[in-house]
Nanobody, 120 residues
């Protein structure tokens, strides 16, 4: 059974930090990009950060300099270190795992989401 499980969300004060983790089950192979998206109430789901299989990264402008994405390929895990959190970072954070089979089309798996609330 394929699973993508996020953890690490919670309630934090403005200026605080959280670290999100996303573990993809070991029966997922040929993982390409891994990314984090977020969705606030009444808004669309937007990209926060992505890390490619070669290690390259991309961030939304709103989180540059505050968030850092990293991955551990041996564990099929991606992390999102979030510092200097702001109330506008409040959202449900979702993990995306892209599978890139050789000679085939890419497809993806999503986690169930983890709530991040930034409030005093």
């Amino acid at each position: 059974q394929v699973q993508v499980v996020e953890s690490g969300g919670g309630l934090v004060q403005p200026g605080g930090s959280l670290r999100l983790s996303c573990a993809a089950s070991r029966n997922i192979f040929n993982i390409g990009a891994m990314g984090w998206y977020r969705q606030a109430p009444g808004k669309q789901r937007d990209l926060v950060a992505v890390i490619y299989s070669g290690g390259g990264t991309k961030y939304a402008d709103s989180v540059k300099g505050r968030f850092t994405i990293s991955r551990d390929n041996a564990k099929n895990t991606v992390y999102l270190q979030m510092n200097s959190l702001k109330p506008e970072d409040t959202a449900v954070y979702y993990c995306q795992v892209v599978v890139a089979p050789e000679g085939g089309y890419e497809y993806d798996y999503w986690g169930q989401g983890t709530q991040v609330t930034v409030s005093s």
